[in-house]
C-alpha cells in the first residue's frame, strides 16, 4: 500500500516522503532534515528549499503546539460526510513548524480557541490509515 | 509601455443556467461585448480564455470556446487561477497587448457548473487544498475561510451579526442587478439563522455556484481610440501567489499576505492609493473574505474592516462603495467567469452607466479576485 494510506481519505499515493508512514505505524510523527544544511521540514519535504540538496534524513518531532485557528465542518465531501460535524486545527508545533491536522473529537469543542495549548498524536483509522490529530 | 484600453463589456446571467452550454454562455457574453464595442469579429486577433477547467466537462475549453466564437485561426490561450482566472486572463491579455503581438483580443471568462451532481462538486471542492496534507482530513472551500474566521473573531471580536452585514448588503444590491442570481433581499436573521457550512460559516455567509460567462474587449492604445470613444484604461495590475498549504503561511491568519502583495503592486503601477479608489468590486465568496479584503486594500486598519460596515461606508453613497452590483453572495460564482464580472461592473460604473447603483463621478475602480483557497490573489485598478 502506498501513500494513500496517511489520511482520514489519501489522495496520494506515490512520494517520495513515503517513510512517514513507518513513522506513524511505530506510533511516532516525524520531520525530514537536510544533511547539507540541516533545515528542518514539517509536512516533512523531499527536498531541501535553501540549498536544493535533496538527501535527507527522519528526525522525530515533539508534537507539543498551540492552536492557531480551527473550524467545525458540517457540509463536507462526500467520503467524509458519515463523520460530519467534524473538527479541523491548525497548530503550531514548539519547532516553528505548523501542522493541519483533525481535532481529536476527545476535545472539548467549547475549550478551543486560539492559543490553546494541544499534543499532536498518532491516529489510526479503520481502514488500517494513518494520520495525526491534535488532541 | 502603452497603455492598455478595455473598449466592450458584455455578461450572461449568472444562476443555474440549464438552457446553456460552455460555449454557448461564452457566446452570449463574447457578442454583446462586441455590440457594446459596437464592433465585430474581425480585428479579434486572439482570444484568452479562462476557466477552472477541472469543472468543465469540455476538456482544454478554449479549443472549442474559440471555434464556438468564430476566433480560429487566431491563437487562443485557456488561463486557469481557480476563481481568479478571468482577472488573470486580463493581465495575460495585457501582456499579450503590450508586446505587440496582439492589437486586440477577447478575454472570455466561462463557467458552467450546475451540470455536475452535486456529490462531484463536493468531490471537487474536497481536493480544493492541498491534496497531500490537508485535503486528505477533509477540508473543504467554506472550511478554509472559516478559520480564517474563526482567527480574525478572537483577535478583534469580529462577530457573526457583523459577518452577516455583508450578505446584507450585497443582497440589497443584487436585487437590483438583472444578471444575479439571487435578486432578493435578505435579513440579518435570516443569515444567522441558516444553517451551519463550516463553523462560524453558515449558508447565507456563502456565495453559490453558477454557471455564466463575462467578456472584455481589449485593445491597445491606439486602436482603443479607434474603435471607441469610452474606452477605460487598465492603470494597474498586481498578482501575487501565496502557499497552498494553510501550514504554509505565516502570521496569525487574520488577513491574506496575497492580497495585500497584490495591492502594493497594483497601487504602485497605478500611482495611487486605497483612498483615490472611488468604487471597488471585492472577492466576497464568504461574508467574511470582503471584510478580510477591506482590511488588506487598506480601506479599513486591520481588525476595523466591520466598522466600515456599520457605518455604512461601503453602501451606495458612502466613502468607498464595494460591491454594488451585488458581489459573488449575489450575483453566484461561476469561477472562471467572476474576475471579468467584477471588471464588467467596474466598466460600467467608470463608463457612467450603472443606472440606478452609479457611484456618482466614479473615476478610479478597484477589483479584487481571489483564486481558491487563497493561493492566488489578484488586483485590478481601472481608470476612466
Known amino acids: ?135 | 509601455m502603452g497603455r492598455i484600453g478595455i473598449i466592450g463589456v458584455g455578461h450572461t446571467k449568472f444562476g443555474k443556467r440549464s438552457d446553456a452550454s460552455l460555449r454557448e454562455l461564452a457566446f452570449e457574453a463574447y457578442s454583446s461585448a462586441l455590440d457594446d464595442a459596437d464592433m465585430d469579429s474581425s480585428k479579434i486577433d486572439g482570444s484568452v480564455v479562462c476557466s477552472a477547467t477541472h469543472y468543465d466537462k469540455q476538456r482544454s475549453p478554449a479549443g472549442v470556446v474559440a471555434e464556438y466564437l468564430g476566433l480560429n485561426p487566431q491563437p487562443t490561450f485557456n488561463v486557469e487561477a481557480a476563481c481568479a482566472s478571468s482577472a488573470v486572463g486580463l493581465r495575460t491579455g495585457w501582456a499579450l497587448v503590450s508586446s505587440k503581438l496582439h492589437d486586440v483580443m477577447a478575454v472570455v471568462g466561462v463557467q458552467k457548473m450546475t451540470e455536475l451532481s452535486s456529490e462531484e462538486i463536493q468531490e471537487l471542492m474536497g481536493r480544493a487544498g492541498d491534496v497531500m496534507w490537508e485535503s486528505p482530513f477533509g477540508t473543504t472551500m467554506p472550511a478554509y475561510y472559516a478559520m480564517y474566521a474563526t482567527a480574525h473573531m478572537a483577535k478583534y471580536g469580529t462577530t457573526e451579526e457583523q459577518m452577516a452585514l455583508v450578505t446584507v448588503k450585497n443582497r440589497k444590491y443584487g436585487s437590483k442587478n438583472p444578471n444575479a442570481m439571487f435578486q432578493k433581499p435578505i435579513t440579518t436573521e435570516e443569515v444567522l439563522k441558516s444553517r451551519p457550512v463550516s463553523a462560524p460559516l453558515k449558508l447565507f455567509d456563502c456565495c453559490a455556484n453558477a454557471d455564466g460567462a463575462a467578456c472584455l474587449i481589449i485593445a491597445n492604445a491606439e486602436k482603443a481610440k479607434k474603435l471607441t470613444d469610452r474606452p477605460v484604461w487598465v492603470a494597474g495590475l498586481g498578482l501575487a501567489s501565496s502557499p497552498m498549504s494553510l501550514a504554509g503561511r505565516t502570521g496569525p491568519l487574520t488577513s491574506f499576505d496575497v492580497t495585500k502583495n497584490a495591492a502594493k503592486a497594483a497601487y504602485q503601477m497605478a500611482g495611487v492609493g486605497p483612498n483615490d479608489v472611488d468604487v471597488a468590486e471585492v472577492h466576497d465568496s464568504f461574508s467574511i473574505t470582503e471584510i478580510l479584503n477591506y482590511e488588506d486594500l487598506g480601506f479599513a486598519k486591520p481588525g476595523s474592516g466591520t466598522r466600515l460596515l456599520e457605518k455604512g461606508e461601503t453602501e451606495l453613497g458612502g466613502k468607498i462603495p464595494v460591491n454594488i452590483d451585488g458581489g459573488l453572495i449575489s450575483k453566484g460564482h461561476p469561477v472562471g467567469a467572476t474576475g471579468a464580472s467584477q471588471l464588467f461592473a467596474l466598466t460600467r460604473q467608470l463608463r457612467g452607466e450603472a443606472g440606478s447603483t452609479q457611484v456618482d463621478g466614479a473615476k478610479l475602480g478597484l477589483a479584487q479576485n481571489i483564486g481558491g483557497i487563497g493561493m492566488y490573489s489578484a488586483v485590478t485598478i481601472l481608470r476612466a
Open chain 1, 1 to 135: 500500500m502506498g501513500f494513500e494510506k496517511f489520511g482520514r481519505f489519501g489522495y496520494v499515493s506515490q512520494t517520495k516522503v513515503n517513510p512517514l508512514l513507518s513513522y506513524l505505524e511505530k506510533g511516532k510523527i516525524a520531520a525530514t532534515r537536510c544533511k547539507k544544511c540541516g533545515r528542518k521540514y514539517f509536512p516533512p519535504r523531499a527536498d531541501c528549499l535553501d540549498c536544493r540538496h535533496s538527501i535527507i534524513e527522519w528526525v522525530v518531532l515533539d508534537g507539543k503546539s498551540n492552536l492557531i485557528t480551527f473550524t467545525q465542518v458540517f457540509f463536507a465531501p462526500p467520503v467524509f460526510q458519515p463523520e460530519t460535524p467534524y473538527l479541523l486545527g491548525l497548530a503550531e508545533l514548539v519547532s516553528g513548524s505548523r501542522v493541519f491536522a483533525p481535532i481529536s473529537p476527545t476535545v472539548d469543542k467549547e475549550q478551543l480557541k486560539p492559543g490553546l495549548e494541544l499534543n499532536l498524536k498518532v491516529a489510526k483509522g479503520s481502514r488500517d490509515n494513518l494520520y495525526y490529530w491534535l488532541e
